[in-house]
């Protein structure tokens, strides 16, 4: 912790996420936390502490990092300790003293690598005809779910998970037969929190064996680590390309994401299993004041853009939205002949969410 604060100051933390502005000795701004017009948000640099009057928060640049990115304290050492450089050591303790999160968190590290090691060359290809590279699959840590019952569910087991942890962790449901796994037959996302921890999974139905009436995308359920209306798909890697843009944007699935992020725009996020909720919204603003949504073209997908943009005008957000023609998502739009530049070229189009409301009005009375 002291290492971190050597090389970090609370100015060099705080200034990445909303404008000091200096007035006399102090350094002030609005509240990142919480509305206000007048700042009330103090920057100590001696102290190195933070102080809002106007909803009474402060601290230090872990507690900073705790409140803004909603994480825990191992979370914000996490990304406070790559930030600075810091390499941080970790010591086995006995399991009676570890937390319950703790072990959760490992375990879903553990059966993430699992997946990853379970990939096969059917599922690979599925994805290459996607237009996914090999580079994309590795950084985005995609697995693979297969057919038996309780396979990752006797592989965690094996690493000394309790029955009752695997079923907490979401990757476990019980049923008259005992405990099976949650997923099967399916190509597997991870979900991260802001910190970069695998909390949840995101499995999309394949191969021969997949039942024919399974849901496309099943999604891990709520538990203590994964709450799916504050969770946005890709949040953690797309924090700094939000901030230095100046914009986020909103797309409805894994693999539209994934795809943007291929093509180049590294600030896309998807929401997961829900739709575009308060939560989501209040963490893009924390990066940025601009939001381009980008959801499925049609009559669905339209009402889901009218939802998503009332939400986010609600918290303050501008937002715009790129339509795309010919009833494509972003990943076949990005995959198709156009490429990069014909998803570069939606974005950079898009339209304020009034035109393109009232465009769709037009088109709909003609």
């Given at each position: 912790v002291q290492q971190i604060k050597d090389r970090l100051s609370?100015?060099?933390?705080?200034?990445g996420y909303v404008k000091l502005t200096r007035t006399g000795s102090a350094l002030k701004a609005?509240?990142?936390?919480?509305?206000?017009?007048?700042?009330?948000?103090?920057?100590?640099?001696d102290r190195g502490t933070y102080h809002c009057f106007g909803c009474g928060v402060g601290g230090d640049i872990f507690s900073f990092i705790q409140a803004i990115e909603g994480v825990d304290f191992k979370g914000a050492l996490k990304m406070l300790a790559e930030r600075a450089g810091v390499t941080?050591?970790?010591?086995?303790?006995?399991?009676?003293?570890?937390?319950?999160?703790?072990?959760?968190?490992?375990?879903?590290?553990?059966?993430?690598?699992?997946?990853?090691?379970?990939?096969?060359?059917?599922?690979?290809?599925?994805?290459?005809?996607?237009?996914?590279?090999?580079?994309?699959i590795s950084a985005f840590r995609i697995g693979w779910a297969g057919n038996a019952w309780t396979e990752a569910?006797?592989?965690?087991?094996?690493?000394?998970?309790?029955?009752?942890?695997?079923v907490a962790s979401g990757m476990g449901a019980q049923g008259d037969r005992g405990t099976r796994d949650k997923f099967r037959n399916r190509i597997m996302?991870?979900?991260?929190?802001?910190?970069?921890?695998?909390?949840?999974?995101?499995?999309?139905?394949f191969g021969p064996d997949a039942h024919p009436e399974a849901p496309k995308y099943l999604n891990s359920p709520e538990t203590p680590l994964y709450h799916k209306s504050r969770l946005l798909y890709g949040f953690d890697r797309a924090k700094q390309p939000m901030r230095q843009l100046g914009c986020a944007i909103l797309v409805e699935g894994q693999m539209d994401l994934i795809m943007s992020h291929q093509a180049g725009w590294g600030n896309t996020v998807a929401s997961s299993g829900t739709a575009f909720t308060p939560e989501h919204s209040t963490l893009v603003k924390r990066m940025t004041e601009n939001l381009v949504l980008a959801l499925d073209a049609d009559e669905a997908g339209v009402k889901a853009a009218g939802k998503a943009a009332r939400v986010a005008l609600a918290t303050g957000l501008r937002v715009k939205v790129a339509r795309i023609q010919g009833g494509k998502d972003p990943a076949d739009l990005i995959a198709g002949d156009g490429g990069a530049d014909a998803w570069k070229k939606?974005?950079?189009d898009a339209k304020d969410i009034i035109t393109f409301l009232l465009d769709v009005l037009e088109e709909h009375s003609g």
């Open positions: 609370i100015v060099d933390v705080v200034s609005r509240c990142p936390l919480h509305a206000e017009r007048t700042p009330s948000f103090n920057v100590s640099e941080l050591e970790y010591t086995k303790t006995d399991a009676k003293e570890e937390n319950e999160k703790d072990r959760l968190f490992e375990l879903m590290e553990s059966v993430t690598m699992f997946y990853q090691s379970k990939m096969t060359e059917e599922a690979k290809k599925y994805l290459h005809d996607r237009g996914v590279t090999d580079a994309t569910y006797d592989y965690l087991k094996s690493k000394k998970y309790t029955e009752k942890e695997i996302f991870p979900l991260m929190d802001s910190a970069g921890r695998v909390v949840a999974f995101s499995g999309r139905t939606a974005v950079k």
